[in-house]
């Protein structure tokens, strides 16, 4: 093994351990934080950065074409998923009255849904 291959294992390896920590540090964000805007905000971007780091540094230790090819499509789903679902679980929140309206510097959603009505 040249010593390029071990610096980049080295980089993957150390992307991975970051990603795996930013991942962590979402959940503890989850579990601490009091509301569940906030709670939505801990469980996707911690958790999005989280994952790209993880599937950078997967990327460095597998370097095939077929694996990046992989690892670029769950990249893609992840990117497109995860900000709709927290969309929709705030949007939700906020429908049932699980949101302090106190709390909210800027409530837009609710003349949308008064002049729905």
Known sequence: MTT???VVDTAGAVAILLGAATCLLG????LRLPDVLSRSHA????QT???LLVLIGV???LRSGMD?????LILF?????GPVAAHLVARSAYRTGQVDHGDLLFDDLDTQLTEER
């Open 27 to 30: 959940t503890f964000g989850m």
């Open 77 to 81: 789903f992840q990117m497109m998923t």
């Open 68 to 72: 990046l090819a992989t690892l670029a």
């Open 59 to 61: 990327a460095m230790r």
């Open 4 to 6: 390029w291959l071990t």
């Open 43 to 46: 469980a996707t971007k911690p």
């Open 49 to 51: 950065l989280g994952i």
